[in-house]
């Protein structure tokens, strides 16, 4: 018993490591920015708001800095 689940334990490694990378991948593949909803909400923000709020979340930065720096 105790060697059955030992071997479920080191299956769910690779599954939960398959699941973080297909969610990952579904977040950036989609198309517009996380902040596109918080904009449109308020048509009257300048471009400096909106620049602020990319620095904030880190948006400006390529994908692989992004994921290096956390």
């Known amino acids: ?3 059955y ?3 479920r334990l080191l299956h769910l ?7 973080t990378l297909i969610s990952f991948a ?10 596109d909803m918080m904009l449109q909400l308020n048509p009257k923000i ?6 602020k709020l990319n620095q904030i979340y880190g948006l400006d930065k390529p994908l692989y ?6």
Not at 26 to 35: D, E, M, R, S
Not at 46 to 51: I, L, Q, T, V
């Open 1 to 3: 018993m105790i060697k």
């Open 5 to 7: 689940i030992i071997r």
């Open 13 to 19: 490694i690779p599954v939960l490591f398959g699941i």
């Open 26 to 35: 579904v977040i950036h593949l989609a198309p517009g920015k996380p902040t």
């Open 46 to 51: 300048d471009f400096e708001a909106r620049e």
């Open 65 to 70: 800095r992004s994921i290096s720096t956390g």
